[in-house]
């Protein structure tokens, strides 16, 4: 199964800072995984702003970067600081 988890982070303004911990929280997924199993279960996009972004996750590499992700977004922005919005699609399915 695939899950698509939105963020919105209103008080970002800094879009590479956002990018960088989704790059983080990957490249330590890939350490723990490997990088084939994890770049085959992320897929990422970050508005230009750095107000948005949407991670697609499957598999225990992806819920890894997620994990991290998150973590890392609370560190950054505090634990209201942002938005998370998590929506789970089945394999095959358009969404």
Same mark, same amino acid.
């Given at each position: 199964?695939?899950?698509?988890?939105?963020?919105? &982070?209103?008080?970002?303004?800094?879009?590479g800072?956002?990018?960088?911990?989704?790059?983080l929280?990957? &490249?330590?997924?890939?350490?723990?995984?490997g !990088?084939?199993?994890?770049?085959?279960?992320? !897929?990422?996009f970050?508005?230009?702003?750095g107000?948005?972004?949407?991670?697609?996750?499957?598999?225990?590499?992806?819920?890894?970067?997620l994990?991290? &992700?998150?973590?890392?977004? *609370?560190?950054?922005?505090?634990?209201?600081? &942002?938005?998370?919005?998590?929506? *789970?699609?089945?394999?095959g *399915?358009?969404?």
């Open positions: 199964m695939t899950e698509k988890i939105r963020f919105q &982070f209103p008080g970002a303004e800094d879009a800072g956002v990018e960088d911990d989704l790059t929280a990957i &490249f330590t997924a890939q350490c723990v995984h !990088r084939p199993q994890t770049r085959l279960q992320v !897929r990422y970050v508005t230009e702003d107000q948005r972004a949407a991670i697609e996750v499957a598999g225990p590499a992806g819920e890894m970067a994990r991290v &992700f998150l973590g890392l977004c *609370s560190a950054r922005f505090g634990e209201d600081g &942002f938005v998370v919005e998590r929506r *789970s699609q089945e394999a *399915s358009k969404g």
